[in-house]
């Protein structure tokens, strides 16, 4: 069965770079057509899809996002990572990994979340 897990520091000062990794097991990320997504959500609030990185290898991201927002993969560690530029109190959430059924369908394996906490 296919499981994700986050991992990376859980607190993070505004300005930074916030820098997270999806490590998958049971099913490879290069495995045809499932995309690879990062969401989160801020206390409080709903779901924000952030991006996505798709079996090939290509980006897609939230318009609210792109400015400060990389995702890439390193496939040799069947992982993939999140970079969120400049952050400020505002990026404070729980930042999940998924992988999207794909066709508007939502997400058939979830990692269980990674609280980020930006604040000096």
């Known amino acids: 069965q296919v499981q994700l897990r986050e991992s990376g520091p859980g607190l993070v000062k505004p300005s930074q770079t916030l820098s997270l990794t999806c490590a998958v097991s049971?099913?490879?990320?290069?495995?045809?057509?499932?995309?690879w997504s990062w969401i989160r959500q801020p206390p409080g609030k709903g779901l924000e899809w952030m991006g996505i990185?798709?079996?090939?290898?290509?980006?897609y991201y939230s318009p609210s996002l792109k400015s400060r927002i990389s995702i890439s993969r390193d496939t040799s560690k069947n992982q993939f990572s999140l970079q969120l530029t400049s952050v400020t109190p505002e990026d404070t959430a729980v930042y999940y990994c998924?992988?999207?059924?794909?066709?508007?369908?939502?997400?058939?394996?979830w990692g269980q979340g990674i609280p980020v906490t930006v604040s000096s």
């Open positions: 998924a992988r999207d059924r794909g066709a508007g369908w939502g997400y058939d394996h």
């Open positions: 049971g099913g490879s990320i290069t495995a045809k057509y499932f995309p």
């Open positions: 990185i798709t079996y090939d290898g290509s980006t």
